[in-house]
T-cell receptor, first 112, second 116 residues
Framework: GNSVTQMEGPVTLSEEAFLTINCTYT??????LFWYVQYPGEGLQLLLK?????DKGSNKGFEATYRKETTSFHLEKGSVQVSDSAVYFC???????????FGTGTRLQVTL | GAGVSQSPRYKVAKRGQDVALRCDPI?????LFWYQQALGQGPEFLTY????????KSGLPSDRFFAERPEGSVSTLKIQRTQQEDSAVYLC??????????????FGPGTRLLVL
């Protein structure tokens, strides 16, 4: 079956530090890959997505590249801000319904 | 336009009580999904509708869980004879596309259910 593994948190960084949150997946077929973010007190929001191998998704300074050879979709940002503090979920979608399979989430805390 | 809305936002139920959770998707969205998110975990798929048809209910954990979307818009997730293990946040998501696409799913704020 499908599964997503992401690095455990919490991740604590100082403002302007470089961020990497690792995500690897197992899937049948050719999944689409997503990063969702959940800010405190808010619902899940799509951060970025990639639908085929070697695609790069990007948004708000975040990037992730769909790597089929390593079955990975690591999230990166060059300079984090306090406002990036949130829980980040890696997810994949396959099949006719495109239902999403999520990782367990990684909490990011950015301090001044 | 409005996003996905869910009600109630919080629900406390006594064990054995029946509950009904409502989801109002974005207008015009064909696909509707329900997910269950336990504390500290990622959301897990429960069921999927395309318009009024429930095409996938493979994630429903038991026959106490029932979902419907009779007119292809609003959906209700019903849990009968609630148990403590049902305590979780129930998320609803909708998307514009029919199955097979990689369309973005838009999530509601969730209903936090606590079963005592």
């Amino acid at each position: 079956g499908n599964s997503v593994t992401q690095m455990e948190g919490p991740v604590t960084l100082s403002e302007e530090a470089f961020l990497t949150i690792n995500c690897t997946y197992t899937a049948t077929g050719y999944p689409s890959l997503f990063w969702y973010v959940q800010y405190p007190g808010e619902g899940l929001q799509l951060l970025l997505k990639a639908t085929k191998a070697d695609d790069k998704g990007s948004n708000k300074g975040f990037e992730a590249t769909y790597r089929k050879e390593t079955t990975s979709f690591h999230l990166e940002k060059g300079s984090v801000q306090v406002s990036d503090s949130a829980v980040y979920f890696c997810a994949l979608g396959t099949g006719t319904a495109s239902k999403l399979t999520f990782g367990t989430g990684t909490r990011l805390q950015v301090t001044l | 336009g409005a996003g996905v809305s869910q009600s109630p936002r919080y629900k406390v139920a006594k064990r054995g009580q029946d509950v009904a959770l409502r989801c109002d998707p974005i207008s015009g969205h064909v696909s509707l999904f329900w997910y269950q998110q336990a504390l500290g975990q990622g959301p897990e798929f429960l069921t999927y509708f395309q318009n009024e048809a429930q095409l996938d209910k493979s994630g429903l954990p038991s026959d106490r869980f029932f979902a419907e979307r009779p007119e292809g818009s609003v959906s209700t997730l019903k849990i009968q004879r609630t148990q403590q293990e049902d305590s979780a946040v129930y998320l609803c998501a909708s998307s514009l596309a029919s199955p097979g696409g990689a369309e973005t799913q838009y999530f509601g704020p969730g209903t936090r259910l606590l079963v005592l």
